[in-house]
């Protein structure tokens, strides 16, 4: 429900897809919804979710499972605020992909897809929001594990973790409104290369790759890691 799963949302929706959104709160434009409670446990928001898309599927499985859940908080070791900012981190993006996986592994189709977020900020070390790497690096080791053999993924499926820069959202243009948004990654971009690596399996990178989005004079270039 934020930005970019509002985005793939209305894409998939207008190329016919059956679209489920699991989030925090509902996304009116989807066919089915699966609404959280923050307070819940991962285990409890696994188990809700898995028991509400089993009884919305009758049986059929899917053709991808798009993550795109994540959000940022700064934070140095020696900060406030560091211990919350990272817990939250972890929760916005270690405990949505590991949600994700568990999904994938009963629910995704054979030669299916799986997508991740990652950030390009994790590829190196981010001293000044530590939290955040964490959780972002995490995510690329999750996404890795997945493509490897024995991981419990469906046969022939794909797991590509994307690594944006800076992503082209509202949130991101109040917050930083005299930045060059002509480096920042449109969010409809993204989408519609979901949609070809779910269209066209022959299209998507090497299972396990992490894809970094790296945005100049508002072109696109990916870039495999």
């Not at 207008?14 to 009116?28: H, Q, Y």
């Not at 999904?103 to 299916?112: D, R």
Request: charged letters at 20%; one cysteine or more; proline letters at 4%.
């Amino acid at each position: 429900r934020g930005a970019l799963g509002d985005c793939l949302v209305k894409y998939f929706k207008g190329k016919n897809f059956k679209v489920t959104s699991i989030d925090l709160k509902e996304n009116e434009q989807a066919d089915v919804n699966i609404a959280l409670g923050d307070t819940e446990s991962v285990e409890k928001q696994a188990e809700l979710i898995s028991e509400k898309i089993q009884a919305s599927l009758n049986g059929e499985s899917v053709e991808a499972i798009l993550n795109v859940a994540g959000g940022w908080a700064g934070g140095k070791a020696n900060d406030k605020d560091f211990i919350k900012n990272s817990d939250l981190m972890l929760k916005q993006s270690v405990h949505s992909t590991l949600i994700a996986a568990s999904l994938a592994s009963k629910f995704l189709k054979e030669n299916g897809l799986l997508t991740l977020a990652g950030a390009a900020a994790a590829l190196n070390p981010t001293p000044g929001m530590i939290g955040y790497g964490a959780a972002k690096a995490a995510t690329i080791h999750i996404g890795k594990s997945l493509a490897a053999a024995d991981s419990g993924m469906p046969k022939g499926s794909s797991v590509l973790t994307i690594a944006p820069i800076m992503l082209d959202t509202p949130m991101n243009r109040k917050f930083m409104p005299k930045a060059d948004t002509s480096t920042w990654t449109p969010l409809e971009y993204i989408a519609e290369l979901f949609y070809k690596w779910v269209n066209d399996p022959s299209s998507r990178p090497d299972n396990g790759s992490v894809v970094k989005l790296t945005t100049t004079n508002a072109n696109t270039e990916l870039s495999f890691h």
